[in-house]
């Protein structure tokens, strides 16, 4: 990734717009910030969440609260918790979350 043309700054994440996105259950609230071609979120997903869709979007991933559960396509499956992460490349492992009860995300895609 080339990050160019970005000045400094700072994000006040609270008075960034909160988007909705319905999921197959529960709700996605995304704040997101675009950066050049880099987007960065903070993303809440209500308990009970589940994607609606299998994501090809790479992305870099930080759980900051609660509880992620996430598929790939060919059936492993992995839990983050605050303080763990994960990372996938654009068109590489499909894959889609859920939470039972909750969760906060950072995401840089």
């Given at each position: 990734?080339?990050?160019?043309?970005?000045?400094?700054?700072?994000?006040?994440?609270s008075k960034v717009?909160?988007?909705?996105?319905?999921?197959?259950?529960?709700?996605?609230?995304?704040?997101?910030?675009?950066?050049?071609?880099?987007?960065?979120?903070?993303?809440?997903?209500?308990?009970?969440?589940?994607?609606?869709?299998?994501?090809?979007?790479?992305?870099?991933l930080l759980c900051?609260?609660?509880?992620?559960?996430?598929?790939?396509?060919?059936?492993?499956?992995?839990?983050?918790?605050?303080?763990?992460?994960?990372?996938?490349?654009?068109?590489?492992?499909?894959?889609?979350?859920?939470?039972?009860?909750?969760?906060?995300?950072?995401?840089?895609?």
């Open positions: 990734m080339q990050m160019s043309g970005i000045p400094f700054g700072t994000t006040d994440w717009e909160r988007t909705e996105h319905r999921g197959e259950s529960g709700t996605a609230y995304w704040r997101t910030q675009n950066f050049g071609d880099i987007r960065v979120r903070v993303v809440e997903y209500t308990p009970g969440y589940l994607a609606d869709h299998w994501c090809v979007k790479g992305h870099v900051t609260e609660g509880e992620l559960h996430t598929e790939l396509q060919d059936g492993r499956k992995f839990t983050l918790r605050p303080g763990m992460s994960y990372q996938v490349a654009d068109n590489a492992e499909p894959h889609r979350s859920h939470t039972d009860v909750g969760a906060k995300l950072f995401i840089v895609d």
